[in-house]
């Protein structure tokens, strides 16, 4: 599936919103099947492509049509928000492992700050994760202009 040059916040939001009560449950019962299906998720999505996102097709199928309009400028570049989906990989990824390895307070740990960065985005529209690729993009160039 394609995806529009642009993404529109509210959808971004919905899936965090979503994203948020799959990390309380794996929170709640410390299942790392639960984090296992979100990492998954998160690596469809950081890594194949935005448009795999179950909870973004939902949006745009379900909700999207039933809201006004979003001027382009105030939609969002996906590169920031595939990052971020790459960010909340490599959290799961140790919050499956913990838990499955019954490494219980590592799995909470990791668990516990995608649950953070995701109800940051869901209720406030903060993206920790597009911040940090915007950090890493205003770097990595300047590194390379000191090599070339």
């Keep these: 599936m394609l995806m529009p040059a642009t993404l529109d916040p509210r959808g971004v939001r919905f899936t965090a919103a979503i994203t948020s009560v799959i990390l309380a449950i794996g929170l709640v019962t410390g299942s790392w099947r639960v984090l296992a299906v979100q990492t998954v998720l998160f690596a469809l999505c950081a890594f194949v492509g935005m448009g795999l996102n179950p909870w973004g097709a939902v949006f745009r199928s379900a909700v999207a049509p039933k809201l006004p309009p979003i001027p382009e400028s ?3 570049a996906p590169a920031p928000v595939r990052f ?3 960010v909340g990989f490599v959290f799961t990824v140790v919050a499956t492992a913990g838990y499955a390895l019954e490494w219980t307070t590592l799995g909470m740990v990791a668990n516990a ?8 985005n869901a209720a406030f529209g ?3 994760g597009c911040q940090l690729y915007l950090v890493l ?5 300047a590194k390379q202009a000191h090599t070339g």
């Excluded at 700050?113 to 940051?120: D, M, N």
């Excluded at 993009?137 to 160039?141: D, G, I, K, S």
């Design 84 to 86: 971020s989906q790459g």
């Design 137 to 141: 993009r205003r770097v990595v160039p």
């Design 74 to 76: 105030e939609r969002e």
């Design 113 to 120: 700050f995608a649950l953070v960065a995701a109800l940051l």
């Design 126 to 128: 903060y993206c920790l």
